[in-house]
């Protein structure tokens, strides 16, 4: 009864913030960029310090894919470094920010549909961590993770996300943590260093998503397939393109929508990145 309860005090005693949260949908990229000080991290920074601190921070990491929907619900989630070849440093780093099992509970309570699942193992991937910690450097907001159900399709994600609404008005930030064009089988490795360096089919993807994000085409997005020829180029494989519909299905009608790090890297990649209101 007392986890009920905790639901119950979390959705409706909470005061609603004076003006909804900003959802972001970034491009995290390299893990390097967790301990690089560069312009996407900057960036990063920079955002952390212009929107109203949040009471928590959901994100839905294109790293953590599972079949059915979870939500981190443990009181301390541990640093996951799920990669392979880069500097010890990198594997040496700990996010120590806190979880927040009462709003877990509520997330669940929450979405009707799919029923979402509580889960006390994953922690923190660096989806996550890379780019919350250049945004809340202390570690001291609440931090959860919602899964990606990879057994579902687009519309699957957008229609679930429009379940966590509410949030935004609770002073939860929402994040989707993934990348726009993201086809790591085709990266000019050689052009890693060249600044805003991307094949043609990257860039004209990049700019219709843009066109399509700024106009509000949220069904041309869900149908991304379908787009033409470059789509398949660009989301070879959905992971990093999921994160960017939980994003959508959370714009309000009279949301602004602004773009940053809105790069190419690598040929073959975007760190195309969006703060929608």
């Known amino acids: 009864m007392g986890s009920i309860n905790s ?27 967790a301990i690089e000080d560069n312009v996407f991290s900057k960036k990063w920074h920079e955002i952390g310090m212009e929107i109203p601190v949040p009471k928590a921070v959901l994100v839905v990491s294109a790293h953590w ?6 939500v981190t619900a443990m009181p301390n989630p541990k640093t996951i470094h799920d990669f392979g070849g880069f500097p010890q440093t990198l594997f040496d780093v700990q996010y120590p920010a806190p979880g927040d099992p009462e709003l877990a509970l509520a997330i669940q309570k929450i979405v009707t549909n799919p029923a979402i699942e509580l889960d006390h193992e994953w922690g923190l991937d660096h989806g996550t961590w890379s780019v919350v910690k250049h945004m ?28 966590l609404q509410l949030l935004r008005k609770k ?18 490795w050689n052009k890693l260093n060249e600044a805003e360096y991307g094949f043609d089919w990257a860039l004209e993807m990049n700019a219709i998503f843009k066109d399509k ?6 069904k041309d997005l869900i149908n991304y397939e379908k787009l033409n020829k470059a789509a398949k180029l660009a989301i070879p494989t959905p992971d990093h393109y999921y994160p960017l519909l939980y994003i959508l299905a959370l714009q ?3 949301d602004e ?9 690598g040929g073959s990649l975007t760190m195309t990145s969006v703060k929608i209101g």
């Not at 004076?18 to 390097?32: N, T």
């Not at 929508?257 to 890297?265: G, I, P, R």
Request: glycine share 8%; no cysteine; aromatic share 12%.
């Open 65 to 70: 894919l599972t079949k059915g929907t979870a």
């Open 252 to 254: 309000s009608e009279n």
């Open 213 to 218: 994000i700024s106009n509000g085409f949220h």
């Open 136 to 163: 809340y450097p202390n570690a001291d907001i609440p931090v959860l993770q919602l899964s990606i159900d990879y057994y579902k399709p687009a519309l699957y994600h957008y229609e679930l996300a429009k379940q």
């Open 257 to 265: 929508v602004a773009f940053f790090n809105d790069k190419a890297v």
């Open 7 to 33: 639901f119950y005090n979390w959705a409706n005693d909470l005061l609603e913030v004076d003006k909804k949260m900003p959802v972001l949908f970034i491009g995290h990229g390299s893990p390097m960029n």
């Open 171 to 188: 002073g939860v930030l929402i994040i989707g943590s993934g990348n726009m064009v993201h086809n790591l089988g085709m990266v000019a």
